[in-house]
């Protein structure tokens, strides 16, 4: 099945699942739990298949990138390992024959690793578990060339509003207009990985495609929880973080109720933020918020919150405003905890002073027979204006 078509599997999933919501309000109900069941079902798949259009389309990214690249067709070598590793999932390192262990085998050392099925089920299996990290495609990121650090200026105080006056009158002097700045100091961040020769040798160079990938991999993991809830301390102040230097408490606004989320919390919490917001802004959610989030209905027409995307082209909404998920929002929902937001997230403001870097190191190891890589990272991160976002937490019991 091409993307065409998974697009429009996806589309029409949207399609069954919003029929049965349809039917529902249009009989002044709730859903039953059939229907309920069936609509969770629908919308399962239709994650399910989001996950994979997006494997789909990376893939066919990375396959223009590399554009005449060929991979040799699969040798007897290949075919051999394939059958030692079926007989190993079936029934086990004691069910291979010396010839098949030393088929997947390509040596003992406990580090670096020398375990060697066919690459093309490591990369499969690598790309299957990760987690989305959407805010650094939302934010505002500068690149510091030769600075230290980053200064923001900000208006703390504007100016009162115009006065009323004659064709000669200049109004009244106004003295009020005060600047400030929010300054951004990058971090580094930093991980170290050794492989051992041998595994490099005989993966023809995937066993470093697949180091490099997961190392981009996991510095924007932990870049995403800094995100998040990072303290500012030698890290990004994140968005849960209540702070006077990026999102007071001022900006937070109950669900509704102590334990989840109600209609009306998240209509109090989107009329918070200014209608200017509206165009850019998104929900910020985890998922097990969303699975909630999707069966809301309002108490004054009985519409859901939750609307799906029918068009390829249009993402699904919750009152009208799409919305990002991440693992890395905080999913407790209890008596006063943060549970989303909504915001113009290009008011998060990323600094860094050097990109993501992998070095090689060749010698370092070569007692031990392995290489070792090196990952870099300098970068700060920040709310610059705090009207931009609305915190949402659980109410008070």
Known sequence: MNIRELRAKRTKLGADAAAIMDAA?????????EEETAFDNLLEERDQLDATIERAVRLREEDREEGTRQQPEPGAGDQEAMGAL???????????????ARALNAGNDPEG????????????????????VPLRGLATIRQLR????????????DLNDADWTTEVGTGSQDDSLRFGRRELDPNPLAKRVKVSRKLM??????????VRDRM???????????FMTGDGNKKPLGLFTASADGISTGRDVATGSATGFTANGLIDAKYTLKAGYWNAARWLFHRDALKAI???KTTTDEQYV?????????????????????????NTFTDGLYSGMIADFSYYWIAEAMGLEIQRLNELYAETDQIGFIGRQELDAMPVLEEAFVRIKCAAS
């Open 216 to 226: 981009a991999y996991k510095f924007g993991v932990t870049q995403e929880k800094a």
């Open 113 to 132: 690793g020398y375990l060697l099925p066919p690459m093309e089920w490591v990369n499969e299996l690598i790309k299957r578990v990760d987690d989305a």
């Open 306 to 330: 939750w609307q799906p995307g029918l068009a390829s082209d249009r993402p699904d909404t919750v009152l009208d405003v799409p919305y990002v998920v991440s693992e890395f929002v905080p």
């Open 146 to 157: 030769s600075a230290e650090s980053l200064g923001v200026p900000t208006l703390d105080t």
């Open 25 to 33: 309000t249009a009989a002044s109900r709730s859903m039953t739990v």
């Open 86 to 100: 079926r007989t190993y999932f079936l029934g086990g390192r004691t069910a291979l024959t010396p010839a098949q």
């Open 294 to 296: 999707r069966k809301l």
């Open 201 to 210: 040798r005989l993966t023809t160079g995937k066993a470093e495609d697949i």
